[in-house]
């Protein structure tokens, strides 16, 4: 599995940054992840949407904040992030398989990520 993110950037704290992932190849429809790791702190969990994009999941941290969602039938998601705090910043990173449960704890696949800063 190949996975491009993009949409990272600098906001203040309260602003909005919208995050995408696509997903390759397209034989067949993934589970779409996004984790984040801030400097010097593990990855952790964020968010997540079943393949038939029926199921989200959301970390507590970001829950009501934090919008998952993803393009009918392709293997593209989006990370809508809102009311953003300092502690959101992080490096993004989407993942994508084939769960039995979700969300995931690990996966195989990674993309290079991307660098989201809020500032204060």
């Known amino acids: 599995v190949q996975l491009q993110a993009s949409g990272g950037g600098v906001a203040q704290a309260g602003g909005s940054l919208r995050l995408s992932c696509s997903a390759s190849?397209?034989?067949?429809?993934?589970?779409m992840v996004w984790f984040r790791q801030p400097s010097g702190k593990e990855r952790e969990f964020v968010a997540c949407i079943s393949r038939n994009g029926n199921a989200t999941y959301y970390a507590d941290s970001v829950a009501g904040r934090f919008t998952i969602s993803r393009e009918k039938g392709e293997n593209k998601a989006y990370l809508q992030m809102s009311s953003l705090k300092p502690e959101d910043t992080a490096r993004y990173y989407c993942?994508?398989?084939?769960?039995?449960?979700?969300?995931?704890?690990?996966?195989?696949?990674w993309g290079q990520g991307t660098q989201v800063t809020v500032s204060s």
């Open positions: 190849p397209a034989d067949r429809r993934y589970d």
């Open positions: 993942t994508a398989g084939l769960w039995s449960t979700l969300p995931p704890t690990r996966s195989n696949y």
